[in-house]
């Protein structure tokens, strides 16, 4: 079986990490398996792309598609292109896309067009909130998808709604724990650790860049001013995001306690996240990881496609008022954040699951 695996943006590279390991393994067992790694380029910064290549022992793709920038649908259009020609060239039994970003529907639709078969791991999630460009990618994959590969039986279910067969659902769990379970050793503390003088569980670390949350200037403006007034002049670190920075310089809004840095590498950030008091975000993936650690988390979204991080883990939705804040920091001060379980299959062996159930599919 030859796979043709797609990566393209951050949350792809940690999914794709292990599974690509499962594979290696399965061809030094002698299985009837190999792939090929396609690089869209829909991420083409260092930090936000080459550094998890090289932390996560990703191999060098076999080939970039070079689709970084322009607007979504430019870049759509783009990677679609240069797909099309890679499927050409390079024959495959099956593609496998992996999260919601762009790459992840565009190469979706191009594998079917030319009647190759698609996998879709981390299939059925749905946050019901079709604002969001993840949510359309993730209706337009799964409907045209073969195989799907759940991280919970609630999105299993989803998918039996929409009419998909029982016996093309896999649930397996949770990719992105099978490369956070590998790496908690190797997390790295940042460079910038002793010099604004941070202590374990004794900082905030923030991360913002849904449309919904930057790019009104009031209600950003309001909501980076509430979590300052309500940080107990704790610390709080801001790996900013390129399109949350531009508004961060137009408002000038700073604080002396609010630390803005660069994007950082996988093993970095995770260091932060499991020494932190609480991380407050508006990132999906990040809830699954804090999760995970233990660690208190608060979403700035009205929605959420993974609510059993609220419902089992430790991630609570505020919504987008900024108001919301001041009882859920007041809790995390206090040490008094619910303790949050981990949900079903997230063990670290997802991948495994994932390889198996690949090999043993007729196509």
């Excluded at 990132?283 to 979403?299: A, F, L, R």
């Excluded at 920091?329 to 299959?345: H, R, Y």
Aim: hydrophobic share 35%; proline share 5%.
């Amino acid at each position: 079986m030859r796979i043709t695996i797609i990566a393209g943006a951050r949350p792809n590279f940690i999914k794709i990490a292990p599974i690509i390991k499962a594979i290696q393994k399965a061809i030094q067992d002698n299985q009837n398996i190999s792939f090929r790694l396609v690089h869209t380029g829909q991420h083409y910064d260092y930090k936000m792309s080459g550094s998890f290549f090289e932390q996560l022992g990703i191999p060098t793709p076999d080939v970039n598609l070079e689709c970084g920038g322009g607007t979504q649908a430019e870049q759509t259009a783009s990677i679609m292109i240069n797909f099309e020609k890679e499927l050409i060239n390079n024959p495959t039994d099956l593609v496998l896309v992996v999260g919601d970003v762009t790459s992840t529907m565009a190469c979706a639709i191009t594998a079917k067009k030319c009647g190759i078969k698609v996998a879709h791991v981390e299939a059925g999630i749905r946050s019901k909130d079709r604002t969001m460009p993840e949510e359309i990618n993730r209706l337009v994959t799964d409907s045209i998808s073969d195989y799907f590969f759940t991280t919970t039986e609630n999105a299993s279910s989803q998918l039996i709604k929409e009419d998909i067969p029982k016996q093309n659902i896999f649930f397996v769990g949770n990719t992105m724990i099978d490369t956070l379970m590998s790496q908690l050793k190797n997390f790295q503390k940042p460079p910038f650790w002793k010099e604004i003088q941070l202590e374990k569980n004794k900082y905030w670390l923030l991360t913002l860049h849904r449309p919904s949350n930057v790019d009104n200037e009031t209600h950003f403006a309001i909501l980076i001013q509430a979590i300052i007034k309500n940080s107990n002049d704790l610390p709080i670190v801001f790996p900013v995001h390129p399109r949350t920075k531009l508004m961060l310089e137009k408002l000038n809004l700073n604080s002396k306690n609010m630390h803005l840095i660069d994007p950082l590498s996988y093993l970095e950030f995770n260091y932060l996240v499991k020494n932190s008091l609480a991380v407050i975000t508006d990132s999906g993936g990040i809830t699954e990881e804090t999760t995970i650690m233990g660690v208190p988390c608060m979403t700035l979204r009205d929605s959420t496609e993974r609510p059993e991080t609220v419902t089992i883990g430790t991630n609570e939705l505020l919504g987008t008022n900024p108001d919301s804040l001041k009882p859920y920091m007041q809790k995390a001060l206090q040490g008094n954040w619910k303790k949050g379980n981990i949900p079903d299959l997230w063990d670290g062996k997802t991948s495994e699951r994932i390889v198996t159930t690949l090999l043993n599919l007729e196509i």
